[in-house]
């Protein structure tokens, strides 16, 4: 008996680690972007994702996301989920999950040769219960740095950095990841991305992810997002992003970014942000 109180235990807290281990990045993909949202607009999601592993499975359903342009090159942001977590031993539970905040802040604009570059630090807040693998246990911080380019209908976006997380069982890591994308049409977006979360438990191991999706616009300011990723190396994952988009807000003052809300969709980097 005490063996298998260990074991489910074991399994339990290997499970609350694989729980908050993708966290969510520039929807629908994981990489992310160094494009902040135009001034004085607006964007907000209503989403599910999946990450299934051997430890079991957890779904935010629903989670909503809601960024701002502040000022410009300046984008506020933050995610709320309700997350459901289906251990492979354990019990199942549902309820809030770890609340994301951050500011993006892009200082290199895009010209001629030159990428436009920025940083997009994240806090992600403690509201989930680590107890019901519904969240990490503890405030813990991303710090990355994201690079962008486009050409014609191409766009390619990248970048990486490093995550502080000292919560019990976790570890602070580095992340990377790179995509490349492509407009086929108005309506349509492909991209695919790898992506690598780095090693963020003291239990797990490290994975290698590729993911595919993009999006399609049914008007400008609204628009459906899909990907559908595993994992190519490492620890097996399987993951997966539905979401429906709008954007809106006013014209003034918007500056360089304008033009770019004719592209439906999250900015157009973020086709595929």
């Known amino acids: 008996m005490k063996i298998s109180h260990v074991h489910r235990a074991s399994v339990f807290l ?27 607009h607006y964007e907000f999601y209503f989403f599910s994702t999946l990450d299934r592993a051997s430890s079991g499975y957890s779904v935010a359903v629903p989670a909503f996301e809601f960024n701002a342009g502040v000022a410009p090159n300046l984008q506020l942001h933050l995610i709320a989920p309700l997350q459901l977590s289906v251990p492979a031993a354990g019990l199942n539970n549902y309820g809030i999950g770890d609340v994301e905040v951050g500011a993006k802040y892009r200082f290199i604009n895009e010209k001629g040769w030159r990428p436009q570059v920025g940083v997009f630090p994240m806090l992600e807040l403690p509201s989930g219960d680590s107890q019901r693998g519904l969240g990490n246990g503890q405030l813990w ?46 309506k349509v977006t492909l991209g695919a991305e790898w992506f690598n979360p780095g090693r963020d438990s003291v239990a797990g191991g490290n994975s ?18 899909f990907t559908a990723g595993h994992s190519v190396q490492g620890d097996s ?19 360089h970014d ?12 973020q086709q595929l942000r």
């Open 14 to 40: 290997l499970f609350i680690l694989f729980a908050s281990r993708l966290a969510l990045c520039g929807p629908p993909f994981l990489t992310d972007d160094p494009e902040p949202v135009p001034f004085r």
């Open 141 to 186: 911080a991303r710090l990355p740095i994201w690079l962008q380019k486009s050409w014609g209908p191409w766009m390619s976006y990248g970048g990486g950095g490093y995550a502080i997380n000292h919560a019990t069982g976790m570890r602070d890591h580095s992340f990377f990841g790179w995509l490349v994308q492509r407009e086929l049409s108005k």
């Open 208 to 225: 290698q992810i590729l993911n595919a999706g993009g999006f399609y616009n049914f008007s400008e300011n609204f628009s459906l997002l």
């Open 237 to 255: 994952h399987t993951v997966a992003y539905l979401g429906l988009y709008w954007t809106w807000g006013s014209g003034k003052g918007s500056g």
């Open 258 to 269: 304008d033009p770019k809300l004719s592209r439906a969709m999250f900015p157009p980097h």
